[in-house]
């Protein structure tokens, strides 16, 4: 097997590496595409081959959409909440005892480190089955004393229910395959939906084999059903389907205008996570340490490869120049190499194609003045490396302050007062994330206040949890994920008025 690794690959995963290709799971069965077509996946630390995927286009789709709909007026919907739990509880179960192959797999594909995988991806995804397992038997409505002023003195029962939305399309991105896969399949199957979730045509494999566990729990067929393809084709034909009643997307700004547009045929509803283009503030009176950890892990964690990325780094003028060296001497020493060698710090690229995309960003930082002080080009040999790369002197105007790059790319910029930085930190089209470190509480809730994004940190970066709600301002996205909330999102509320008279 072509795979340069340190690490010797788990059996189970030899196994399912192995197949001649993967299909496609429809109606709890696994099957080519409709038009016989196949595409290849490639592991990024070598750019070699690693399985051919049946590819679904819409043909496809609407077998997995009819699947799904079956599934929802079948044995799914005759379950009761105690025992979907139960079924949700046992995917956690199988999902941890196979977590050693599962985050190889991620590595293999995605190219993170073996590291992040294991210690990150796969106890979240964990978490997010056994948090929104804890839900089927806590989704309840309420009853409302209502008044009907053209009626005095009648008495009604009025009350609410919490009913599933019905089959929900997944469209998610390449960055964490396994789990942005399951921040949608935990929530929408714990309130009992049915699923077509389309992986990025770049990392489909660990969610096949997620099938395989979820058929190997007991979920009946046609729950959740997976559909490898591309955006234009299988991507469009599920978000523009009249038997889907809900996308869910995380993905570009972009893409999601197009799925906005495709899903209004319907009125589906729909929840949108995209760019950010994050600010990390960090003020003079900081715990400069912690400070400096957070601005690099928090900028070159997934190579960069972050929605959340906190990519314009702000610090106070004092400190600047200190922080900015710390900043670049940790990116030169950074050891990369492929994902799997437990050595590798940072793993490659996705894709050929995000390599050549965040160099044309680097280009740009260099044209347009920015100073570089480390990284700014591909590391030599195969795979999609890109060294980790530190920008000083940028301008809030310049390209690489302004866009995301989805790569391993800093921008440093100083700043002087709260007003300033709060200004240009929100002068951006997105609001996904920020982060403000000082060691002034005051300063840190105002900061909190006044910052323009879904989720802020104080003195920490990438905290994610289950509980956690998850989303955007602005153009980052509407809607939320994980917590209580997407228990909202992927319910719809029932009103029933009974008359007592
Ligand atoms: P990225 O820039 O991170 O690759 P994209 O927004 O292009 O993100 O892709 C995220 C997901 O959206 C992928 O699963 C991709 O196949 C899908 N996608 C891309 N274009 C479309 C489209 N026009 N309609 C529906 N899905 C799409």
């Known amino acids: 097997m072509p795979i340069a690794a340190a690490l010797e690959i788990h059996p189970n995963l030899q196994k399912f590496l192995s197949k001649k290709s993967h299909p496609l799971l429809i109606g709890g069965r696994w099957a080519e595409s409709a038009s016989g077509k196949v595409f290849k996946t490639h592991n990024p630390a070598t750019g070699e081959v690693l399985a051919s995927v049946s590819e679904a286009d819409s043909k496809d789709v609407d077998a997995a959409v009819s699947a799904a709909r079956k599934a929802l007026e079948g044995p799914w919907s005759k379950m009761s909440p105690a025992e979907r739990e139960r079924v949700l509880n046992k995917i956690a179960d199988l999902v941890e005892a196979h977590s050693e192959e599962l985050a190889q797999l991620e590595t293999l594909n995605n190219g993170k480190t073996i590291r992040e995988a294991k210690n990150g991806d796969l106890p979240l995804t964990i978490g997010l089955w056994r948090y929104f397992a804890g839900w089927p038997t806590k ?8 008044s009907v002023p053209y009626y005095p003195g009648a008495k009604f029962l009025h009350y609410t229910v919490r009913e599933p939305v019905g089959v929900i399309g997944a469209i998610i991105p390449w960055n964490f395959p396994l789990l942005m896969a399951v921040e949608r399949l935990a929530p929408a199957l714990a309130c009992g939906n049915a699923v077509v979730l389309k992986p990025a045509e770049q990392t489909p494999l660990s969610a096949l084999r997620l099938g395989e566990l979820l058929l190997e729990a007991g979920l009946p067929e046609g729950v959740v059903n997976i559909i490898p393809g591309f955006g234009p084709t299988a991507g469009a034909a599920l978000a523009a389907h009249s038997g889907v009643d809900k996308i869910t997307f995380t993905g570009s700004t972009e893409v999601g205008r197009e799925i906005l547009k495709a899903s209004a045929g319907n009125l589906k509803r729909v929840t949108l996570e995209l760019g950010g283009k994050s600010p990390n503030i960090v003020f003079a009176d900081a715990d400069l340490e912690a400070a400096a950890k957070g601005m690099f892990m928090g900028v070159f964690y997934n190579q960069g490869q972050c929605c959340s990325a906190g990519s314009r780094i702000f610090v106070e003028k004092s400190k600047y120049e200190e922080m900015v060296q710390i900043l670049a001497e940790r990116a030169k020493t950074v050891r990369q190499g492929p994902g799997l060698d437990p050595k590798t710090q940072m793993g490659p690229l996705v894709s050929e194609e995000q390599r050549n995309r965040v160099l044309s960003y680097i280009e740009s930082g260099k044209k347009e003045g920015a100073k570089l002080l480390a990284g700014g080009e591909a590391a030599s040999g195969p795979g999609y490396f890109v060294k980790p790369t530190v ?13 995301e790059i989805f790569g391993p790319v800093a921008s440093v910029m100083p700043f002087d007062s709260v007003d300033e ?30 910052i323009q994004a879904g989720t802020v940190w104080i003195n920490c970066y990438h905290f994610v949890d289950a509980a956690a709600p998850w989303g955007g301002f602005k153009q980052s996205g509407y809607g939320r994920e994980k917590s209580q909330y997407a228990i909202e999102s992927y319910t719809q509320l029932k009103s029933v008025w009974v008359d007592l008279n």
């Open 391 to 403: 920008f000083s002197d940028v301008g809030d105007s310049m390209k690489i302050a302004r866009e």
């Open 421 to 450: 930085v709060v200004s240009r930190a929100n002068a951006s089209p997105y609001g996904l994330v920020a982060a403000v470190w000082t060691k002034d509480v005051k300063k840190a809730h105002q900061m909190a206040q006044k």
């Open 139 to 146: 989704i309840h409505g309420e009853t409302i004393p209502v």
